[in-house]
C-alpha cells in the first residue's frame, strides 16, 4: 500500500507542475493579446455596436425646423424607409452591378498577368511586376483624378479623339458612368490582386511544371491543370477582398462627380449614407451602412460557402 501511496504521489507531481505551466503560459498569452484586444472593442465592436444602437432612434423637427431635433425609438423604421427608398434601392443594386462584371474581369486579368509573369520565357520579369503593380501603388485619389482628366467631356484627349473621327463621345453620360468607375476599379486593382497570385504561383514546386512537361503537356495545359488549381485559395481570397472593396466603393465615384455633375448624391450605398451625414440625420445614415454591412456580409460569407461546398464535391 504504501509503496502504491508513493508512485500514485509521484505521477501527480509532474501532472501538477505542468498543470501550473499551462496556466502560466496562458496568462502570458492573454497578457499579450490583450493590447489587441483592447484596440480591437475601442476601435471596432464599439462603433459598430453605437451604429447599431443608433439606427434604431429617428429624429423628429417640429415647426419650421429651426429648433433641436428630437431623438425617440423607433425600432425598424429606419431599417423600412432605406429599403423603401428607391434612391437607396438603386444603389445597392448599381454597386452590384458593377461588382458583377468587373470584378471576375479585374481577377480574369490579374490571374493572366500572374501567370504570365510566371511562365519560364518571359523577359523582363521584374520590370513589368513593377509595372503591373505600379497603378496600384498610387494614392486612389490621384489615379482617380488621373482618369477624370481623361474622361472630362472639356479636356478628355479620348473625346477628341472621337470629334477628330466625326462621331460624338461623351464618356460621362449616364450609361457610360458605370463602366468608366468598373475601369477605374481595373485600373487601380489588378496590380495587387495580381501580386496576391504571382506570390502563390511562386509557391507552387518547379517538379510539377517539369514532370508534366516531361509528359507532353503544353504551357497552356500546365497552367489550367497545375498552376490554376493550385492558386485557387489565393483566387477566393482575393474574390472576397474585391466584393468587399466593391461595396465600399466611394473614392471613385466622388471624385469624378467633379466633372460629371450628372452623378446622383446616392450613386453609391456609401454617398448615400454621407448624403444623410450631411443633411444632419445620423440614425438614418446608421441603418443604411448597417444594411450595407450585411450585404456585404452575405455576399462574401455566401461565396465562401458555395466555394467551399464546391471544393468538397470535387
Given at each position: 500500500m504504501t509503496t502504491y501511496a508513493h508512485r500514485v504521489k509521484a505521477a501527480g507531481a509532474p501532472g501538477g507542475r505542468t498543470s501550473r505551466h499551462t496556466r502560466r503560459r496562458a496568462r502570458t498569452a492573454l497578457l499579450f493579446l490583450a493590447p489587441f484586444a483592447a484596440l480591437f472593442l475601442c476601435m471596432y465592436l464599439a462603433p459598430i455596436a453605437y451604429t447599431l444602437h443608433q439606427s434604431l432612434f429617428q429624429q423628429e423637427r417640429d415647426g419650421l425646423g429651426l429648433a433641436e431635433p428630437t431623438t425617440t425609438f423607433s425600432g425598424l423604421a429606419n431599417y423600412a424607409q432605406a429599403l423603401g427608398?428607391?434612391?437607396?434601392?438603386?444603389?445597392?443594386?448599381?454597386?452590384l452591378l458593377i461588382g458583377a462584371v468587373?470584378?471576375?474581369?479585374?481577377?480574369?486579368?490579374?490571374?493572366?498577368?500572374?501567370?504570365?509573369?510566371?511562365?519560364?520565357?518571359?523577359?523582363?520579369?521584374?520590370?513589368?511586376?513593377?509595372?503591373?503593380?505600379?497603378?496600384?501603388?498610387?494614392?486612389?485619389?490621384?489615379?482617380?483624378?488621373?482618369?477624370?482628366?481623361?474622361?472630362?467631356p472639356e479636356l478628355s484627349p479620348i473625346t477628341a479623339l472621337a470629334d477628330g473621327l466625326g462621331f460624338r463621345l461623351d464618356l460621362t453620360a449616364d450609361g457610360l458612368l458605370g463602366p468608366v468607375v468598373g475601369n477605374m476599379l481595373?485600373?487601380?486593382w489588378t496590380g495587387y490582386?495580381?501580386?496576391?497570385?504571382?506570390?502563390?504561383?511562386?509557391?507552387?514546386?518547379?517538379?510539377?511544371?517539369?514532370?508534366?512537361?516531361?509528359?507532353?503537356?503544353?504551357?497552356?495545359?500546365?497552367?489550367?491543370?497545375?498552376k490554376i488549381p493550385m492558386v485557387r485559395p489565393a483566387l477566393v481570397l482575393t474574390t472576397v477582398f474585391s466584393i468587399i472593396g466593391t461595396a465600399q466603393l466611394y473614392n471613385e465615384p466622388a471624385i469624378l462627380r467633379t466633372v460629371a455633375p450628372n452623378l446622383s448624391s446616392d450613386y453609391t450605398p456609401i454617398f448615400a449614407a454621407y448624403s444623410a451625414v450631411n443633411s444632419g440625420n445620423f440614425p438614418y445614415a446608421a441603418a443604411q451602412s448597417v444594411i450595407l454591412a450585411l450585404l456585404t456580409l452575405v455576399l462574401s460569407f455566401g461565396f465562401l460557402k458555395l466555394v467551399q461546398r464546391k471544393g468538397a464535391d470535387l
Open positions: 427608398d428607391a434612391g437607396f434601392r438603386d444603389s445597392l443594386i448599381r454597386v468587373q470584378v471576375p474581369l479585374m481577377l480574369g486579368t490579374a490571374l493572366g498577368l500572374a501567370l504570365l509573369l510566371d511562365a519560364r520565357r518571359t523577359m523582363f520579369k521584374r520590370f513589368f511586376r513593377l509595372a503591373y503593380f505600379l497603378p496600384y501603388a498610387l494614392p486612389g485619389v490621384i489615379g482617380a483624378l488621373m482618369w477624370s482628366y481623361l474622361v472630362s481595373t485600373w487601380g490582386n495580381m501580386l496576391i497570385i504571382y506570390a502563390a504561383l511562386q509557391a507552387i514546386p518547379a517538379e510539377l511544371s517539369e514532370a508534366a512537361r516531361m509528359d507532353g503537356c503544353s504551357a497552356f495545359g500546365i497552367a489550367w491543370r497545375i
